[in-house]
């Protein structure tokens, strides 16, 4: 029956055009689909290789401290021939910031968080660039000192005659009590580039291994300040001078045959500016350094798009650094394939 014939042809071409897929299985020559069994992809996934992700973790510490810079809050001194005491002004000015001090190593723990872009090579290789924050041990210091409060002009006596004549020779200032604070914080800001290693998926989990170097800039910011021990008031002496002498600190070196003090201002002086003081001062300094990082954790497909990762990671944020340093930390986030 040629009728027949000719619709059994049309009902099979039908069939073919429609499930291109299942003609090829009848007849064996087309290549079997892409597996995602052991490779941790999704379908939705091929065709796409960039992600983006985001951690939160939590890090032990072992870096360097902030140490007070000598000079920054000045220490009470006592001059070793007379037993006056003084103080110089603290190192640096008001307007400029002061160089930070790193100290020995010392044990702490921060929160640390991280977001980056990654891109999958291939079902094993995975490339990312990552910038991570963290902080780093910080400093709290008092100190009670003395400040600069006033100054007044002093003579020495000359005897002409036996009749005393002062002959003016420079300035004493007053000290007051004071206490003087420094606070300083540390934090770190890491640029990574890392290779990850997939190591295929186990039940929907995929462990991995990598690793990775970059940049790391360690910030030191902070802040001293003075304030008046009687009251707690902030400190602002004032030192200006008088005319009728010339523009000399001086200390009291002894006394006369006739008891009057003797200044000088040959003696140990402090280091102190006629004018209004004004000895707080801003902190700030930052040091760059090479980094590298060994990582390890699991992967979880949550979704054809979002895999939760759970991960370690070991970082040293200075490799060619004197003073080693080493920072473990245990971090949880989200990968997302951009589809």
């Known amino acids: 029956m040629p009728m027949r014939r000719f619709i059994a042809a049309a009902l099979a071409a039908t069939a073919l055009s429609v499930s291109p897929t299942l003609a090829a299985d009848l007849f064996g020559s087309a290549p079997a689909p892409m597996s995602m069994q052991g490779s941790g992809l999704s379908e939705s996934e091929v065709g796409t290789n960039w992600y983006l992700r985001g951690d939160i973790g939590y890090m032990l510490q072992n870096d360097a401290t902030i140490i007070p810079s000598a000079g920054l809050i000045p220490q009470i001194l006592t001059d070793p021939l007379t037993g006056v005491k003084y103080v110089n002004a603290p190192i640096g000015d008001a307007g400029n910031p002061v160089s930070a001090t790193r100290g020995n190593n010392q044990s702490s723990r921060s929160a640390s968080f991280d977001v980056g872009l990654g891109y999958r090579y291939n079902d094993y290789l995975r490339l990312e660039a990552t910038y991570n924050f963290f902080h780093g041990p910080g400093l709290g210091y008092a100190q009670s000192t003395l400040c600069p409060n006033t100054t007044s002009a002093v ?11 002062p002959v003016p020779v420079g300035y004493l200032w007053a000290p007051t009590a004071c206490n003087g604070y420094l606070n300083a914080s540390q934090y770190n800001n890491l640029l990574l580039g890392s290779a990850y290693i997939d ?4 039940w929907g989990v995929t462990p991995y291994i990598g690793a990775g170097a970059g940049l790391n800039a360690n ?47 040959l003696g140990v002086q402090p280091q102190v500016a006629f ?23 699991i992967g979880y497909q949550l979704s054809p798009s979002a895999t939760l990762d759970i991960g370690y990671r070991y970082i040293s944020t200075d490799l060619l650094g004197s003073t080693r340093n080493s920072n473990q930390e245990v971090h949880v986030g989200v990968r997302y394939m951009a589809n």
């Open 219 to 265: 910030t030191v910011s902070g802040s001293t300040s003075f304030f008046n021990a009687s009251d707690g008031s902030p400190f602002l002496g004032n030192t200006s001078a008088t005319a009728g002498a010339p523009l000399v600190n001086v200390t009291q070196t002894g006394v006369d045959a006739q008891g009057h003090p003797i200044y000088t201002p």
């Open 275 to 297: 004018g209004t003081q004004n000895w707080n001062r801003t902190i700030s300094s930052t040091k760059y350094t090479i980094a590298g990082a060994l990582m390890a954790g």
């Open 199 to 202: 190591l295929g998926n186990y």
């Open 155 to 165: 003579s020495n006596y000359t005897y002409p005659g036996g009749v005393p004549t």
